[in-house]
């Protein structure tokens, strides 16, 4: 008796020690988001992706884990969680307004030709968005020089 109650409750304990399950994950990833805690809110997305969330939760915790990637200027890592999101469940969800704020929050971030890069990805997967090319213009006329190297180096800028 004994040692089934136990293995009953085991699972919920060892629920409880790894910080609850993906909705609790994403509470706290959204909280620490919120104090601007990148780190902490990424490494709370990503457990709560780990712990198995799925739908709406899952979905959720992919857009903190990219804004707390994009607000720390961790360009290579948002390049590749949108390339993996766009072959994935959630690639319908992807639009071009959400690769203008997160090149926008790369950019705030110090990375201007990181934001480039978001912006060129987004620019091969909706070709026709006029939001994303009116954020290249932008970056094309009144971008850093780093953010002009990286439109030429594209082949935005001649």
Known sequence: MLRSSLSLALPFLLLCACGGGPEAQLEKAQADLAKR???AASAAASQG???GATGPIAWRLENVALEAEA???KSA???????RLASGPF???LTGPLYVQTAGQVKEAGDGAGAVSVLDLGAKRFPQDA???QAIE?????????????????????
Request: hydrophobic share 40%; charged share 35%.
């Open 37 to 39: 805690d990148y780190a």
């Open 49 to 51: 992706l780990a712990g």
């Open 71 to 73: 607000r720390s200027a």
């Open 77 to 83: 890592e948002v390049v590749a969680r949108l390339e």
């Open 91 to 93: 690639a319908a969800q």
């Open 131 to 133: 939001d994303i090319a």
């Open 138 to 158: 932008r970056s094309k006329h009144s971008g850093s020089d780093a953010e002009v190297e990286r439109l030429r180096s594209l082949g935005y800028v001649e």
